[in-house]
């Protein structure tokens, strides 16, 4: 089974054909998935201008990274699920704009420089965060993580400029 057939099949779905169709769960849906993707990438956005050292530079980044973890994770599952329930009703469509697959493989990439960052740095902040001067790879891993966040957020948001080319 392609892609194309799977999307189609979610697409074709009791949900997907419910979501597609009711005059306010879509835009309720893509409401929250904006709120939930506002709160995980702004909250990463602070926290990776506090690793490149241009925010709060007087805040540990220990006490950056605790306190606003579980407020990413947070903004992050509302994110996904949301983005799933949006890809249910209209994934063939939204599938063939150009962006899209490239938002996917920059999430992606987002996410496994996390988990690079959380597995090489993460666990030791408490040994480097309070030096002057950070490790160089924590500070790449949050310029990675702005660069790669800010193009996902750009991709998503020329989602439906491109779709409306496209006819």
């Known amino acids: 089974m392609t892609i194309i057939e799977f999307l189609q ?3 074709d779905s009791q949900l997907g054909t419910a979501l597609r169709e009711s ?4 835009p309720i849906i893509e409401g929250v998935h904006l709120i939930g993707l506002a ?3 702004g ?3 602070l926290t990776d201008l506090r690793l490149v050292g241009l925010f709060l530079r007087n805040v540990p980044v220990q006490d950056v990274l605790h306190q606003l973890r579980p407020w990413v994770l947070a903004g992050f599952a509302i994110t996904f699920i949301t983005g799933t329930l949006l890809i ?3 994934g063939p ?3 063939q704009i150009p962006v899209f697959p490239i938002k996917l493989l920059l999430i992606a990439l987002a996410g496994l420089n996390a ?3 959380e597995f090489k ?3 030791t902040v408490l040994e480097w965060g309070v030096k002057p001067e950070f490790p160089k790879g924590a500070k790449v891993a949050g310029w990675l993580s702005l660069v790669s966040w800010t193009a996902v957020v750009i991709c998503g948001r020329l989602i439906p400029y491109l779709e409306a080319t496209q006819h």
């Open 9 to 11: 099949l979610l697409h």
């Open 23 to 26: 005059l306010y769960m879509f």
């Open 39 to 41: 709160l995980s990438v």
């Open 43 to 45: 909250l990463i956005l």
């Open 88 to 90: 249910w009703a209209e």
């Open 93 to 95: 469509r939204i599938w």
């Open 115 to 117: 988990i690079w960052f």
């Open 121 to 123: 740095y993460g666990r």
